[in-house]
């Protein structure tokens, strides 16, 4: 479990890699990162962060359930690593990331926007 004191001072971090092994994360654990653009982790930690920071993300895991909002906030997102059951959604859970140039796939396909 991630708790928001496990972060205090490290506000000014760019990048973040939530292990596969975290189960829960406390709300409010990210608020202050106003500085982080890349993350790795699952799907369901994505609400955690600031999204409108994020320039990356890694979906290090092939399970999705679809949230057809989850990326909505994600306004200055440019590149993300998904797995490849998401292709056929890909127009849907980025409509609002314009600045995507490069949707990656955990198979290691690439496709430019």
Do not use: A, W
Not at 42 to 67: A, G
């Amino acid at each position: 479990m991630i708790l928001k004191k496990h972060f205090d001072g490290y506000y000014s971090t760019k990048t973040l890699h939530i292990s596969p092994n975290v189960k829960k994360i406390e709300d409010g654990s990210f608020d202050d990162f106003k500085c982080l653009e890349t993350i790795q982790c699952k799907f369901n930690q994505i609400k955690y962060f600031n999204k409108q920071t994020l320039k990356s993300i890694i979906i290090h895991e092939n399970k999705f359930r679809e949230n057809d909002d989850i990326f909505d906030e994600c306004v200055n997102l440019e590149k993300i690593m998904i797995p490849d059951c998401c292709s056929d959604m890909k127009d849907k859970l980025f409509k609002n990331c314009k600045k995507l140039k490069t949707i990656q796939y955990l198979s290691g396909r690439k496709e430019k926007l």
